[in-house]
């Protein structure tokens, strides 16, 4: 796989906006990791396969309304639900999955199934963007302020937020970027 490094300045979707107004419609996503979501790593529980249908029917609205990009920030859970979606409606929409990997080593510590699927998405997205070589303290928060700042809808799956998708959320409304609530419980 090849990751490109680009330095904050360098953030692709600013530097064509600053040329241009930008007229390209992008969305992003912010979501739970497993361990706060009530099914965890069971994938074939029912609320989980809910949650994947509901995340995909709002990709597929969005791509009808016109937004092209869809950012993913690649973390386990309502990220990789999100990415894999994006994937499957690429088949039927002009669309691009980026995926705004928070530092290179990401996967490192994932279990070996969990890294193969990674490596999947990233070997199918349009665009990889890579936000710091190694891991600091702050590299998730890099990540989650790159893809707001780049996007004007921001998908959320969300139930009782916390850590950095409430900031996430947070950060989104005081920009004033359409946020759009998918709740694990009502799916």
């Known amino acids: 796989l090849k990751f490109k490094k680009i330095s904050k300045k360098q953030l692709p979707w600013r530097q064509v906006c600053a040329i241009m107004p930008c007229v390209m419609k992008i969305c992003a996503f912010t979501g739970n990791r497993p361990d706060k979501l009530p099914w965890g790593y069971d994938e074939n529980d029912s609320r ?23 950012i993913s920030g690649m973390a386990q859970g309502g990220d990789t639900y999100f990415a894999e979606a994006v994937l499957i409606a690429k088949k039927a929409y002009d669309i691009t999955l980026e995926c705004a990997v928070p530092y290179r080593a990401q996967s490192l510590r994932w279990s070996h199934n969990a890294r193969l699927r990674y490596d999947e998405i990233l070997s199918q997205a349009d665009a990889v963007t890579v936000l710091s070589e190694s891991y600091t303290p702050w590299c998730n928060h890099v990540r989650n302020r790159y893809m707001v700042d780049n996007c004007s809808r921001l998908i959320a799956l969300s139930s009782n937020v916390s850590g950095g998708t409430k900031y996430t959320l947070e950060y989104a409304a005081a920009k004033k970027i359409e946020i759009i609530y998918i709740d694990w419980k009502k799916s």
């Open 48 to 70: 989980c396969r809910a949650v994947k249908q509901s995340i995909y029917d709002e990709v597929v609205r969005s791509a009808k309304e016109g937004f092209t990009r869809f």
